[in-house]
T-cell receptor, first 116, second 119 residues
């Protein structure tokens, strides 16, 4: 069965620090999709990135970057020069392609607090 | 802007009194989902519609039902809310397609959620 582990429950940093959120996943499928979502205090889940299992290229989007490594089943997320607006709960999620099952399996989330 | 809309944003109901939550989308996506998220937990899928086909998760209680009268709208009905049903309910949509021999899963886009309180 699929599983997503976010071992860091809560991280607190000071503004302008870099921070990495860890995500480790388990799946038997050869085709799968990985996602990161941000959930600010308002509650809405905001999509950040999607990666499929065939694309191991790392990605950078402004202050955000993602490191996908199949060899270690990890999909880590780094925020460079963090800002107070980055404070939120971040969820890593997995959906499997081989079975056609569409459900997102979420990790338990990492709460990031960025102090001014 | 294309989006997912949920109404109301906050809903208070009494123990045992039926309640309906609503979701609409302007993305023209063929799949719509309902998730339940309890405090400090990850979202948990209740069910989803692939076009008009209803797909229930095995552990979703019978107390939860859903209707999708057309592509744009989907409703979550809680027939007899209990105190344990207090949660944030999130609606999401995606556009799925079959490519070659496997299902291509597109990104799920979420609405702002409805926070349900049960008194």
């Amino acid at each position: 069965a699929q599983k997503v582990t976010q071992a860091q429950t809560e991280i607190s940093v000071v503004e302008k620090e870099d921070v990495t959120l860890d995500c480790v996943y388990e799946t038997r499928d050869t085709t799968y999709y990985l996602f990161w979502y941000k959930q600010p205090p308002s509650g809405e889940l905001v999509f950040l990135i999607r990666r499929n299992s065939f694309d191991e290229q790392n990605e950078i989007s402004g202050r955000y970057s993602w490191n996908f490594q199949k060899s270690t089943s990890s999909f880590n997320f780094t925020i460079t020069a963090s800002q107070v607006v980055d404070s939120a709960v971040y969820f890593c999620a997995l959906s499997e392609g081989d079975t056609g099952r569409r459900a997102l399996t979420f990790g338990s989330g990492t709460r990031l607090q960025v102090q001014p | 802007d294309a989006m997912v809309i949920q109404n109301p944003r906050y809903q208070v109901t009494q123990f045992g009194k039926p309640v309906t939550l609503s979701c609409s989308q302007t993305l023209n996506h063929n799949v719509m989902y309902w998730y339940q998220q309890k405090s400090s937990q990850a979202p948990k899928l209740l069910f989803h519609y692939y076009d008009k086909d209803f797909n229930n998760e095995a552990d979703t209680p019978d107390n939860f039902q859903s209707r999708r009268p057309n592509t744009s709208f989907c409703f979550l009905d809680i027939r007899s809310p209990g105190l344990g049903d207090a949660a944030m309910y999130l609606c999401a949509t995606s556009r799925d397609s079959v490519r070659l021999n496997y299902l291509s899963t597109d990104t799920q886009y979420f609405g702002p959620g409805t926070r349900l309180t049960v008194l």
